[in-house]
């Protein structure tokens, strides 16, 4: 069990990724952790990276509301019911011209990046209303700014988490609960190994070829390190990330053009 002041975070998504770089590094910095993923093998990786004692971790889907009761209710447990944050991490990408992704692979898309969020904040306020300075972090990403193309679902859904977050972070400020989210550009994560539906060529080596950077997924965590003790809306992981809010923000045809150019000829 939790020591009675120790600090607590709940992780979905932290069998791979994002979500296991976060639990390494709040666990280094003295936090109990959460670790919930659909893939138990991914998340028995976790968990031996963590100390004993320090950490949770059980194998659900977040598009299952049950599920998330019940890793909720074992979470608080352990933890004195006590969440003082709750990272909505888990997601997943199809990528492909729109008519090429099948409709079954965009409801799949739909019902983890968005719907997961969703049953995620219903199942944990309980929770956090009773934490006080609890947080809500959600994974959106640069694809919460402009829109792109080859991934217009996944877009989609991130659009939906940013202004998830920010309708949630006004309403549950009279719980004292602040909500956040985090904007990545591209990261070393297992997504990038993905293949897109038009071609044969994995992201990651796409990207590679066309020189478009690519960030360390330690960067992530650190950016959700600082959203838990931070009063940002939005936290932009990298620099590109960065030049793509400013240009979203006050040139946002330049980008849009140089977008369409890009696919042009393909």
């Known amino acids: 069990m939790a020591a009675p002041r120790q600090k607590c975070i709940f992780i979905t998504g932290a069998g791979s990724g994002i979500g296991r770089a976060t639990a390494q590094l709040f666990a280094e910095r003295g936090w109990f952790v959460g670790l919930f993923d659909v893939n138990q093998a991914g998340l028995d990786e976790t968990s031996a990276m963590l100390p004993e004692g320090q950490r949770i971790s059980m194998a659900f889907d977040v598009r299952d509301r049950a599920g998330w009761a019940r890793a909720v209710d074992s979470f608080g447990q352990a933890t004195g019911r006590r969440m003082d944050v709750l990272f909505n991490n888990a997601g997943l990408a199809r990528g492909g011209w729109f008519e090429d992704v099948t409709p079954d692979d965009t409801d799949l898309v739909i019902d983890v990046n968005l719907k997961g969020v969703i049953n995620g904040v219903y199942a944990a306020l309980p929770l956090l209303r009773e934490t006080p300075g609890a947080r809500i972090i959600n994974t959106a990403s640069v694809a919460g700014l402009v829109g792109l193309p080859r991934a217009a679902a996944y877009t989609a859904t991130k659009f939906a988490v940013r202004g998830l977050t920010e309708a949630l972070d006004i309403e549950f400020s009279r719980y004292g609960i602040r909500v956040a989210s985090l904007m990545p550009w591209f990261i070393e994560t297992p997504l990038l190994d993905?293949?897109?539906?038009?071609?044969?060529?994995?992201?990651?080596?796409?990207?590679?070829?066309?020189?478009?950077?690519?960030?360390?997924?330690?960067?992530?965590?650190?950016?959700?390190?600082?959203?838990?003790?931070?009063?940002?809306?939005?936290?932009?992981?990298?620099?590109?990330?960065?030049?793509?809010?400013?240009?979203?923000?006050?040139?946002?045809?330049?980008?849009?053009?140089?977008?369409?150019?890009?696919?042009?000829?393909?």
Request: glycine share 4%; hydrophobic share 40%; proline share 5%.
């Open 194 to 266: 993905g293949v897109p539906a038009e071609s044969n060529q994995a992201m990651r080596q796409s990207l590679q070829t066309n020189k478009v950077p690519i960030y360390p997924v330690r960067d992530v965590a650190e950016r959700a390190w600082a959203a838990a003790h931070g009063d940002k809306l939005f936290y932009m992981v990298g620099k590109a990330a960065e030049r793509a809010r400013f240009f979203e923000r006050f040139m946002p045809d330049a980008m849009r053009n140089q977008m369409r150019r890009s696919i042009k000829d393909d």
